[in-house]
């Protein structure tokens, strides 16, 4: 079943995507956000676009449909294109990424190997820890999110989305086709659980199980300007891929991140602290704060859930980004419309369903 009316739940980027795509293909939408929208994870990313995610071609296919959506948009989303580097200090992550390189390519991403010489070229601040060789990939910009949350709600309410911020869902029944809010109950002929990390308890009413773990808080770190008082240079963004260690400039600092924070968060914070120290050696001592702050939905290979289950009332499920979302919402809202309306979409779904074979 196609008609009728559609209920979007989750307000962040994923689910105003898939409003939008829903609400343009001429579905009567509805989306319903607890509190404001973008006020989820997406309040709390580093505003980073990118093509290139090592070991996932499904995603990077999805990223790279995204990037070009984005430059379509024209101003409404800025774009600053810096690039990506990964740093290699291990032979067995060249290996890794020499065998993956086929299928990034497959997927559209442009990216290849580069030597020490030319990666320090490109990112002067990294310091001697045995770099072998790094990544390079052109496709990623800084972005604003903020400017993204706010070019897609437009475009959703100018395609005819209803977008009810304050309305948090408390229930949903697939069989009777009936979402609860604190507000009251509507009807729904299509339901799309969109809720980040909170999408597990609303999946599970429908029948679905997604396996993600507990919501885990992101904290995004500041750090700068350096003790040296040196500006630093225009950088790409940057992953030490043996410890997760990201940065990319911000203002006459860094912003960074590092994995998840523990839950002893002063123990992770020193691990950071000593980690950016020994990959950028000019940092080494500066002043390092809490940026932001966000619960994100990490899946177990932080590769998307994307899919759906058939019945009178059709389920949908956009969830699991593990804080990737902003890279892939605009293909993660074609597919979803896609499934929706039962139309062959652009890139494979079952690499993204739940059950699926994810390797």
């Known amino acids: 079943m196609t008609g009728g009316r559609v209920a979007v739940v989750g307000g962040g980027v994923i689910g105003l995507s898939v409003a939008r795509h829903l609400a343009e293909a001429g579905v009567d939408t509805v989306l319903l956000e607890r509190r404001g929208l973008g006020s989820g994870a997406s309040r709390a990313t580093a505003d980073v676009l990118r093509a290139y995610f090592a070991g996932n071609p499904a995603s990077s296919a999805m990223a790279v449909r995204s990037l070009a959506a984005y430059r379509e948009a024209g101003p409404a989303i800025p774009l600053r294109r810096v690039g990506y580097l990964v740093l290699f200090t291990e032979t067995g992550q060249i290996d890794a990424f020499e065998a993956d390189l ?9 990216v290849r190997l580069v ?20 990544a390079w990939s052109p496709q990623a910009y800084v972005s604003d999110t903020a400017a993204i949350v706010g070019a897609f709600a437009a475009a959703a309410r100018r395609a005819g989305a209803e977008l ?52 885990v808080e992101q904290e995004l770190l500041a750090a700068g300007p350096p003790p040296s008082g040196i500006p630093l240079p225009d950088i790409p ?19 960074i991140g590092m994995g998840y924070a523990d839950a002893d968060r002063e123990r992770w914070r020193a691990r950071v602290r000593d980690r950016l120290a020994a990959v950028y050696p000019g940092m080494a001592g500066a002043d390092l704060r809490t940026a932001f702050t966000g619960v994100r939905d990490a899946s177990p290979d932080r590769t998307a859930f994307i899919g759906g289950v058939p019945g009178t009332t059709r389920f949908l499920y956009a969830a699991g980004f593990s804080g990737h979302g902003l890279c892939v919402a605009p293909a993660a809202g074609a597919l979803v419309r896609d499934l929706y309306l039962e139309r062959e979409p652009d890139v494979d779904p079952g690499r993204f369903a739940v059950g699926a074979q994810r390797t």
């Open 164 to 215: 009810r911020t304050g309305s948090p869902v408390t229930g949903i029944d697939v069989a009777a086709g009936r979402v609860d809010t604190e507000d009251g109950s509507l009807t729904a002929a299509g339901i799309v659980c969109a809720a980040g990390a909170w999408s597990a308890p609303l999946a599970r009413a429908a029948g679905v199980e997604l396996p993600l773990p507990e919501p």
């Open 115 to 134: 030597g020490a010489g030319e990666a320090r070229r490109l990112n002067p601040l990294v310091g001697d820890i045995g770099l072998l060789a790094a």
């Open 237 to 255: 963004i940057t992953l030490d891929a043996g410890s997760g260690l990201l940065v990319r400039r911000r203002g006459d600092g860094l912003l």
């Open 102 to 110: 086929p299928a990034q390519r497959a997927a559209g991403v442009d």
